[in-house]
Each structure stands twice: as C-alpha cells, then as structure tokens.
C-alpha cells in the first residue's frame, strides 16, 4: 500500500456537522447571522445557514457565481418576489440585488462563489 492510498484510509468520504453545537455568527450586516456548514476557501465555494431577524437587509450585491437559496422558516423578498418557507430560489451569476426580509427568515444558502458588495455609490 503507497502513501497515498493510506492517506486515502484516514480521510473519511463524508463529514458530518453538529449543526446545533455551531454558535451564530454575526455578518457585517445588522440582523443576519450565519452557521457555516461547509466551506473551501481556495474556491469560494460554501453552504450556510443564515437566520435573518425581521425587517434585516443586504444591501445591493453581486451573485459572481450562481448562489441558492432554500427558505426554511419566513420569507426572504426581493424585486423579483418573494420566496417563503419550503421554497428555492437561485440567482444567475452576475445578478445584483438588494434582499430583505420582514418577518424574518432561515436560509439555507450555497455559494459557488462569495457575494460582491458595493459601496453606496453603486458601483
């Protein structure tokens, strides 16, 4: 057996997260709080639960990548509509927005790439 293949042995095929054992994690941006389920930092790529408070918003962004979203309690809105619990919304990439929520919401998002925020001007 190579070192590779032994390697291979002590690297389990699937990892699992306590889920309520991760704390919440405040973002820059006031009411939304994240649990980062999986994350590669190389590629960008990530899966998070986020809890939004009611009434929080993220101001307008950039989808790099494609980015989904699964609404497992509330409702998360934006210009296009409103996507509420038990549904999926995704976003193609290069699509910008603003999001919001009014009664709050639990998300479950996957990004193939992290958002692109703007500064107030707009750029």
């Known amino acids: 057996m190579n070192a590779e293949s032994r390697l291979a042995d002590l690297v389990p095929d699937s990892t699992y997260v306590d889920v309520a054992a991760l704390p919440w994690q405040p973002t820059r941006f006031p009411g939304v709080e994240c649990k980062v389920l999986m994350e590669n930092r190389a590629?960008?790529?990530?899966?998070a639960?986020?809890?939004?408070a009611p009434g929080?918003?993220?101001?307008?962004h950039e989808?790099?990548?494609?980015e989904q979203s699964f609404i497992l309690e509330g409702s998360l809105i934006d210009r296009d509509g409103v996507c509420t619990a038990?549904?999926?919304v995704w976003r193609r990439a290069g699509s910008?927005?603003?999001a919001w929520?009014?009664?709050?919401c639990l998300v479950l998002a996957i990004f193939l790439k992290p958002?692109?925020?703007?500064?107030?001007?707009?750029?």
Do not use: C, K
């Open 86 to 88: 038990g549904n999926y």
């Open 101 to 104: 929520t009014e009664e709050g």
């Open 56 to 60: 929080a918003r993220l101001p307008h």
């Open 115 to 123: 958002n692109r925020f703007f500064d107030q001007s707009g750029e």
């Open 96 to 98: 910008r927005h603003d």
């Open 63 to 66: 989808h790099v990548e494609i």
């Open 43 to 47: 590629t960008g790529l990530s899966t």
């Open 49 to 52: 639960l986020m809890r939004w």
